[in-house]
């Protein structure tokens, strides 16, 4: 039973008790108080994420440079991506992201109930972003859009009129493109199973006002998710001049 479902207990002894038993069975040994342990998950959760950032960081330098020096052969394969469907996944992430930050406050203020809703929200979310590319990648592989898999030269040379030496450049864009949203959909299956473990835990009233951090540190991964996207967007679905026949699934 948790401690905001115990009528027999007062404010103010439930107070009482979140700061001695329920500290002192949450705080590990190695740690000095609750403040403590907070500050170093936090601080691990940022050492992990400055590694994500070099990872991203490197294929990112790398899509921008290739970018400028085969521009025409990019922006052509840029055209046939749906940046409609990108689109709108950067709407579903960025509202995932606003109910995830609803969770931690709700976690802060001791509402168990909302905490577990805008958990559950941000990996509904999360589903509907993997869906949505799923749709995406099925559009991909009708319109021959996997190099080395399902490609055909000659399509783009004789529809879009491209140079033969020019194939090879369109499929390195095609190989970033698969490449860095293929890993992006990675984490945020990562994230998804995360949101609903924490979901899980506030469920059974592991959480409160004063033990909430691993709802926090997990929404600091959830943010860096949502920002790489922000990046892929225009880097790779922007980069091309589209049309109206982007409408067309």
């Known amino acids: ?24 069975h949450r705080l590990e040994e190695q740690f000095r108080d609750l403040e403590q342990q907070h500050e170093v998950a936090s601080l691990g959760m940022w050492i992990f994420l400055a590694t994500e950032v070099m990872f991203f960081g490197t294929l990112f330098v790398g899509l921008g440079v290739y970018t400028y ?42 509402n168990q109930r909302h905490l577990v809703m805008f958990l559950a929200l941000t990996a509904l979310l999360g589903v509907c972003f993997l869906c949505l590319k799923g749709v995406e990648y099925y559009i991909d592989w009708r319109d021959n859009l996997i190099p080395g898999w399902k490609f055909d030269a000659e399509e783009w040379i004789q529809r879009d009129h491209l140079r033969p030496e020019q194939v090879p450049q369109v499929q390195l864009f095609l190989l970033f493109y698969w490449t860095m949203t293929g890993l992006h959909a990675l984490h945020v299956i990562l994230g998804i199973g995360a949101v609903l473990a924490m979901a899980l835990l506030a469920r059974r009233g592991r959480f409160s006002p004063v033990y909430y951090s691993p709802v ?20 790779l679905y922007l980069t091309g001049t589209h049309t109206g026949a982007d409408f067309h699934f």
């Open 216 to 235: 926090d540190v997990t929404a600091l991964y959830w943010h860096f998710v949502d920002i790489v996207w922000i990046f892929l967007l225009p880097m």
């Open 69 to 110: 020096m085969h521009h025409e052969a990019f922006v052509k394969a840029s055209e046939k991506l749906n940046w409609l469907i990108g689109g709108t996944n950067t709407v579903v992430l960025l509202i995932s992201s606003l109910m995830i930050v609803l969770a931690v406050h709700s976690a802060r203020v001791g």
């Open 1 to 24: 039973m948790s401690l905001d479902q115990a009528s027999i207990w007062t404010p103010a002894e439930r107070d009482e008790l979140q700061h001695t038993s329920l500290v002192r």
